[in-house]
T-cell receptor, first 115, second 115 residues
Framework: QQPVQSPQAVILREGEDAVINCSSSKALYSVHWYRQKHGEAPVFLMILLKGGEQKGHDKISASFNEKKQQSSLYLTASQLSYSGTYFC????????????????FGKGTKLSVIP | NAGVTQTPKFQVLKTGQSMTLQCAQDMNHNSMYWYRQDPGMGLRLIYYSASEGTTDKGEVPNGYNVSRLNKREFSLRLESAAPSQTSVYFCAGRWSASAPGYGYTFGSGTRLTVV
């Protein structure tokens, strides 16, 4: 089942902060975050594992609330380069076949940073 | 450069034609995936190969077949293309589908139009 992302779109001025949320109805092993610029491939940002701590690099960080099966991506002091569509991916164990971890992506949040 | 390489980058097919999308990785990934991306839908899994010699259906497998030729290569075949298969196709790899905690590396995508 596809995770739900919110908001669908957000416009920021340079230097402003944003939060993107991702929620799932299933018990998760991890949450991934990716950024995709127009016409390009998605690029892995970070992963949050069950039982892990909040992660981040530069001014982008994320948290994972295991009890609520929710994750949030925090972008602080946004830069023009942060523009793009952000996808969360929620990971569960799939029992079909030999079993494997399966990632399901949300529909994305389009972030536009303007000067 | 290490990465995931997809060919071709663009393709136009007539309804009923067949074609194979190629994907190769040199990152020593055990698991490989094919996704399609349609506007507003996010990334949806078509097929995956958890390890060399295995393939399994994803969320939207109808109309497609796959072959895991060896550890490096994972191809996607459209036997009889339909306009509903117009999409952007991404191949991705990850270290292992049996261990969480690893991000996906995506190829640059194939933009397919079926007329």
């Amino acid at each position: 089942q596809q995770p739900v992302q919110s908001p669908q779109a957000v416009i920021l001025r340079e230097g402003e902060d944003a939060v993107i949320n991702c929620s799932s109805s299933k018990a998760l092993y991890s949450v991934h975050w990716y950024r995709q610029k127009h016409g390009e491939a998605p690029v892995f940002l970070m992963i949050l594992l069950k039982g892990g701590e909040q992660k981040g690099h530069d001014k982008i960080s994320a948290s994972f609330n295991e009890k609520k099966q929710q994750s949030s991506l925090y972008l602080t002091a946004s830069q023009l380069s942060y523009s793009g569509t952000y996808f969360c991916g929620t990971e569960i164990w799939e029992y079909s076949g030999a079993g494997s971890y399966q990632l399901t992506f949300g529909k994305g949040t389009k972030l536009s940073v303007i000067p | 450069n290490a990465g995931v390489t997809q060919t071709p980058k663009f393709q136009v097919l007539k309804t009923g034609q067949s074609m194979t999308l190629q994907c190769a990785q040199d990152m020593n990934h055990n698991s490989m995936y094919w996704y399609r991306q349609d506007p507003g839908m996010g990334l949806r899994l078509i097929y995956y190969s958890a390890s060399e010699g295995t393939t399994d259906k994803g969320e939207v497998p109808n109309g497609y077949n796959v072959s895991r030729l060896n550890k490096r290569e994972f191809s996607l075949r459209l036997e009889s293309a339909a306009p509903s298969q117009t999409s952007v196709y991404f191949c991705a790899g990850r270290w292992s589908a049996s261990a969480p905690g690893y991000g996906y590396t995506f190829g640059s995508g194939t933009r397919l139009t079926v007329v």
